[in-house]
């Protein structure tokens, strides 16, 4: 049984790595548990919210657990984990997604078992891999729907200059989150159609935090760039992830946060002025 699953996921991984681009999410679980907990919903949902719709995709679900439990049971408990992911996936999903492949490693064995009651956290785990199907330049130039993008912000991207900073306009998360509201995408859909049409250009993107004023005094001299967990990081990473899922190269973008260094209004005096340093910014570094 685990030679063939691993076979297959052998097979699966060559056809991919020759004809689509592959990208993988690692969600963990408690003990004997298969349903989502909110940090699996956030992480799996926030992916499938930047999914490049225009694309096809094969999902190949890889579900384990680990040695707690008769060998029986936990490969039910596998293969739970995986429904439970594909149940989620094509109820989130505003398209048709090509396939699934569900792959069920059962109990993964340990020689050395560190504790009878504790288990193995990094063993109750299920892969997700979201394996994008290449399509013809016909369709990859439908990418964005030029309905949403008015001439208007295309020549204001146009009039960036190099080096200058420009502010996403109606660019909004969820309070002290980097989940983006859903009224926000046009705005990152227009700046993906903006890169799309001048592949000369890299940019960097910046996120800025605010209402820091009590405990910091912004630096000008001694900004540094973030990145790891903290939030103005997290934000701009968010802005790169949606990108590169459109189609923009990774090596035209970096992304970094720049917490409360960089203020608009300091020290901010109302709602107004703490809502204007909270923001994402991108600048052009190469054209």
């Known amino acids: 049984m685990k030679f063939r699953n691993v076979f297959s996921l052998l097979l699966i991984l060559t056809f991919t790595s020759v004809n689509c681009q592959s990208d993988t999410i690692n969600l963990y679980y408690d003990i004997g548990i298969f349903k989502l907990n909110r940090s699996n919903y956030d992480v799996l949902n926030n992916y499938i919210i930047a999914l490049d719709t225009t694309y096809n995709y094969d999902i190949s679900i890889i579900s384990s657990a680990d040695y707690l439990g008769s060998k029986k049971s936990n490969y039910t408990l596998a293969q739970n984990r995986a429904e439970q992911i ?103 859909k227009r700046l993906a159609k903006f890169l799309i049409k001048n592949p000369n250009i890299d940019i960097e993107i910046g996120g800025h935090v605010c209402c820091d004023a009590e405990y910091r005094n912004p630096n000008a001299t001694k900004i540094k760039k973030l990145k790891g967990s903290t939030l103005s990081a997290k934000r701009a990473r968010f802005v790169y992830k949606y990108l590169y899922f459109q189609g923009i190269k990774k090596d035209r973008m970096d ?33």
């Open 255 to 287: 992304y970094f946060g720049y917490g409360f260094q960089v203020p608009i209004y300091y020290p901010e005096k109302n709602r107004k002025e703490m809502n204007a340093n909270k923001r994402v910014e991108i600048k052009i570094t190469k054209m």
């Open 86 to 188: 594909k149940k989620f996936i094509t109820l989130k999903s505003k398209r048709s997604l090509n396939s699934f492949h569900i792959i069920n490693n059962g109990e993964i064995v340990q020689k050395n078992i560190k504790s009878a009651t504790k288990g193995e956290f990094l063993h109750r785990k299920t892969s997700v891999v979201f394996h994008k199907l290449k399509l013809t330049d016909t369709i990859i130039n439908t990418t964005i729907n030029d309905s949403i993008a008015p001439k208007k912000y295309i020549s204001e991207y146009n009039k960036i200059k190099l080096g200058e900073n420009f502010i996403l306009k109606n660019l909004i998360f969820e309070i002290g989150t980097d989940k983006l509201k859903n009224k926000s995408y046009s705005t990152l």
